[in-house]
Nanobody, 126 residues
Framework: QVQLVESGGGSVQAGGSLRLSCVAS????????MGWFRQAPGKEREGVAA????????YYADSVKGRFTISQDNAKNAVYLQMNSLKPEDTAMYYC???????????????????WGQGTQVTVSS
């Protein structure tokens, strides 16, 4: 059974930083794609960052480019999202996603990933 467990969310002031972690069990992170989606209240779920773990390519939403960095640690079977210069509009529930069999390019859609974590809340105050 695949489990993705996120951690690292919390409340910060604008300009601050957080590092989200996603540890996988029952799944090897180096298989294909892993990523992060987020959903703010009243908004659709959107892709934030993705990494092609078999080849180390990374992709970001325009809104987070230059501020967020996705990385992987195969030894720990984990992926991370380093979030710097946080803004109030980054406030959302952040979800770790894994396994995108139809590899392709870019962030992918919510339909492309087979496994989702339970989410970790990020709140940025102004």
């Amino acid at each position: 059974q695949v489990q993705l467990v996120e951690s690292g969310g919390g409340s910060v002031q604008a300009g601050g930083s957080l590092r989200l972690s996603c540890v996988a069990s029952g799944y090897t992170v180096s298989s294909n794609f892993m990523g992060w989606f987020r959903q703010a209240p009243g908004k659709e779920r959107e892709g934030v960052a993705a990494i092609y773990t078999a080849g180390d390519s990374t992709y970001y939403a325009d809104s987070v480019k230059g501020r967020f960095t996705i990385s992987q640690d195969n030894a720990k079977n984990a992926v991370y999202l380093q979030m710097n210069s946080l803004k109030p509009e980054d406030t959302a529930m952040y979800y770790c996603v894994a396994d995108r069999p139809l590899v392709g390019y870019g962030l992918g859609t919510v339909w492309d990933y087979n496994y989702w974590g339970q989410g970790t809340q990020v709140t940025v105050s102004s």
